[in-house]
């Protein structure tokens, strides 16, 4: 699966952004995508959120629940996480993924997007 993400930008606290992410190369209904980001200065990268094949089975992590919404156009094998109430702790590269089972607790998906990076001012 080749992962294609855009959509990063810089941003005021409180203002939005839409990051997509274009699949290719294999059946949709092959795995589930989402998305992880890496905070300046931090190693590990954080599982935001995953999206089912079906666009059906969503979570989110508790730092973005009520915040950020995923979704994905099955028609278009296109993830989008609509990022709102942006705060300066979301800042960060975002990096799209996609796995046969892609639930919370994967730290090593099968595939990565390129990362795109999110920046929140005050």
């Known amino acids: 699966v080749q992962l294609q993400a855009s959509g990063g930008g810089s941003v005021q606290a409180g203002g939005s952004l839409r990051l997509s992410c274009a699949a290719s190369?294999?059946?949709?209904?092959?795995?589930?995508m989402g998305w992880f980001r890496q905070a300046p200065g931090k190693e590990r990268r954080e599982f935001v959120a995953?999206?089912?094949?079906?666009?059906?089975?969503?979570y989110y992590a508790d730092s973005v629940k009520g915040r950020f919404t995923i979704s994905r156009d099955v028609s278009k094998d296109t993830a989008y996480l609509q990022m709102d109430n942006l705060k300066l702790e979301d800042t960060g590269v975002y990096y799209c993924a996609a796995d046969a089972i892609l639930v919370p607790g994967v730290e090593e998906p099968d595939y990565w997007g390129p990362g795109t990076l999110v920046t929140v001012s005050s």
């Open positions: 190369g294999r059946s949709s209904s092959d795995y589930g």
């Open positions: 995953p999206v089912s094949w079906s666009g059906g089975s969503t």
